[in-house]
């Protein structure tokens, strides 16, 4: 089975500055989608960025990019020029490409709690 | 609207009670998705609807009864809940079930249901 790990439970950065969060994975599987999503107070969990394994180049999506490192099974989310709206948790989640397997199923890590300072 | 909606937001039910949270999803999407998300743990996925059928029903007790009258909408029955059923509830749509790239999951904002 899939597992989904995101070693910082909370972080925190300064408004404007750059901050990275982790995500680590572990899978058997060489076909994957790997997804960050955020959660504010709100509650709504909103689709940060998406990546597709098969795809070298690093997903970016404005101020959000991903380092995807396949071989070492890391995925980690970095937000540039950060601004207050960012505060949020945020999921790494990843989802099987082999519907026999997994079908539908999204598996998430637990979350990092990120705090951004005026 | 926009996106994908739920109602209630809020719900406080008794053990006996019946109620039902309902989603609605306006991005011409083919599959949906039932989640709770409960304290200090990931997010557990219930149920699955493709085409208002059910693909996948993850090992939730039999008190929680889906229902997808069509494409757009999905429900999800309550009836002899238990304390511990107190969670987020999370409904999301995806332009199908596949797994291909068309499977990615948007959410709606949830339900926070309490049961005393």
């Known amino acids: 089975a899939q597992t989904v790990t995101q070693s910082q439970p909370e972080m925190s950065v300064q408004e404007a500055e750059t901050v990275t969060l982790s995500c680590t994975y572990d899978t058997s599987e060489s076909d994957y989608y790997l997804f960050w999503y955020k959660q504010p107070p709100s509650r709504q969990m909103i689709l940060v960025i998406r990546q597709e394994a098969y795809k070298q180049q690093n997903a970016t999506e404005n101020r959000f990019s991903v380092n995807f490192q396949k071989a070492a099974k890391s995925f980690s989310l970095k937000i540039s020029d950060s601004q207050l709206g960012d505060a949020a948790m945020y999921f790494c989640a990843y989802r099987s490409a082999i519907w026999e397997t997994s079908g539908s199923r999204l598996t998430f890590g637990e979350g990092t709690q990120l705090t951004v300072n005026p | 609207e926009t996106g994908v909606t739920q109602t209630p937001r809020h719900l406080v039910m008794g053990m006996t009670n019946k109620k039902s949270l309902k989603c609605e999803q306006h991005l011409g999407h083919n599959a949906m998705y039932w989640y709770k998300q409960s304290a200090k743990k990931p997010l557990e996925l219930m149920f699955v609807?493709?085409?208002?059928?059910?693909?996948e029903n993850n090992s939730v007790p039999s008190r929680f009864s889906p229902e997808c009258p069509n494409s757009s909408h999905l429900f999800l029955h309550l009836h002899t809940l238990q304390p511990e059923d107190s969670a987020l509830y999370l409904c999301?749509?995806?332009?199908?079930?596949?797994?291909?790239?068309?499977?990615?999951?948007?959410f709606g904002p949830g339900t926070r249901l309490t049961v005393l």
């Open positions: 609807y493709s085409l208002e059928e059910r693909v």
């Open positions: 999301a749509s995806s332009q199908d079930a596949t797994s291909g790239i068309q499977g990615t999951q948007y």
